[in-house]
């Protein structure tokens, strides 16, 4: 049964855009490094008998490096759907870290070819008589080679790993950097229109989600309170930069709709500033004096 639940929103953090807090993502790009590095000092310095102590080492080798290799995969997810797309340079340093995740998956690969070449114990078919014990140490001299080079190809790709994470958290922090030092030192939040700052405010409130109506090429967004936002308004803030739509989900199943860092300045900047001052309240006019009402009666 389809869910429609796309692949990549189980792995990355399930947060709003704006709160990813890119710093906790460089310390935790660094520490994946540090694993691969500790990862890759444990594969390079492996010994073994091919057999069962070949088996018994080389697996929980195998079951860091698929940890690992999940892990650069949320870090990658995470990045990706986060403010940090927005500063240059970002574009080669996903693509890098796609790479680690590459990486990655081929060492896990090379630990599973190297179990895979393991000769195991148990007993043969039926047969003429054999000499066991020749048979096993034959067996084991032609593995041992085959099971060395998976082994060396893994260290090696768990190497490019480390790199690659301790490369990625430097740029990272140095791009961060740079944006911060070229920024305006008072830019002032952007403007709204009445119609845009409703369309804002109510996505603020989450679940906002922009589909494909029946009819193809036609848009419509839907808001969690039902606020309407017309395709003229979210063009607008979406040029703005004032929110942003989730291209990694189909439209059939609707994109998540995020106010972005620039929104939330002007959902503040909106709340700050004074509104119309009210029109006055006229007086109530006063009641007849109940002495007089025989007058009016004349």
Partial sequence: MTTGVHPL???AEQVPVPSIDITEQIERLQRLGEDFASLHQKVRTLSFTPGTDALNKIS????????????????????????????????PALTALASVVSSSSLAGSDLSGALGANPYEGTAFPGPPADEDSVRKT?????????TEHLA????????CATGCRYLAAGIRRDLR???EQRPPHTPAPKLSATQHAALRALAQGEGKLYESHRIGT???QTKDGTRV?????????NRDLIRADARTSLLH????TVTSQGQRALAHAHQSPGPAPFPSSPAPAALPAARHSEVRR
């Fill in 219 to 221: 848009l419509r967004v």
């Fill in 60 to 91: 929980p080798l195998l079951l860091t490096a698929q940890d690992l290799t999940g892990q650069a995969l949320r870090r990658l997810a995470t990045l990706n759907g986060s403010p940090y797309t927005d500063l240059p340079g970002s574009r």
């Fill in 9 to 11: 929103s189980l792995v």
């Fill in 254 to 257: 609707g994109r998540d709709i």
């Fill in 139 to 147: 067996r084991h001299a032609q593995a041992r080679p085959v099971m």
């Fill in 178 to 180: 740079h944006a911060a």
């Fill in 230 to 238: 017309s395709m003229a308004t979210f063009r607008a803030l979406k």
């Fill in 153 to 160: 190809d893994t260290a090696h790709q768990l190497d490019l």
